[in-house]
């Protein structure tokens, strides 16, 4: 479902719940304006993650240019983690059969890159904070 203004409430919620504490490892402090400019970057190619029930637990960005898919943000609640839905989204996004590559980057201290691995991503390359991974097939 795509994302509205009127969800900025939860996005921002959302966000500090599932990105604060990487980013606080990592020495940084982020305001709420912190937050908005990292949800609004790419808005357009936001949308809600609703579970069976049509709960709204997550939002994702992601993009295809050509044969790639650029996945930009993964985010689900705290509350729904580790229940297969990230996998399951990455799986609908790969069903799309002229993808060839997927990338997308994760902090380092960001668990998440665990499940990217048992998907088959790959390290390409390490930045200062992040990893930049990418799936061939």
């Not at 939860?10 to 937050?35: I, Q, V, W, Y």
């Not at 939002?59 to 705290?78: A, C, H, R």
């Not at 609908?92 to 997308?104: F, G, N, R, S, Y």
Request: hydrophobic share 40%; net charge negative.
């Amino acid at each position: 479902m795509p994302v509205k203004s009127e969800d900025e409430p939860f996005l921002l919620a959302l966000r500090k719940a599932t990105m604060t504490e990487h980013l606080e490892a990592m020495g940084k402090s982020p305001s709420d304006d912190d937050h908005m400019m990292r949800i609004w970057y790419c808005f357009e190619h936001a949308e809600l993650i609703l579970n069976e029930n049509s709960d709204v637990v997550g939002m994702v960005k992601s993009f295809v240019d050509g044969n790639t898919l650029e996945i930009i943000q993964l985010q689900i609640s705290p509350h729904y983690q580790n229940q297969g839905i990230g996998r399951s989204v990455i799986e609908k996004l790969l069903e799309d059969p002229k993808i060839l590559e997927v990338q997308l980057s994760v902090l380092k201290q960001n668990p998440a890159r665990i499940l990217y691995e048992r998907l088959g991503f790959a390290i390409e390359r390490e930045g200062e904070e992040d990893y930049f991974m990418r799936l061939k097939r």
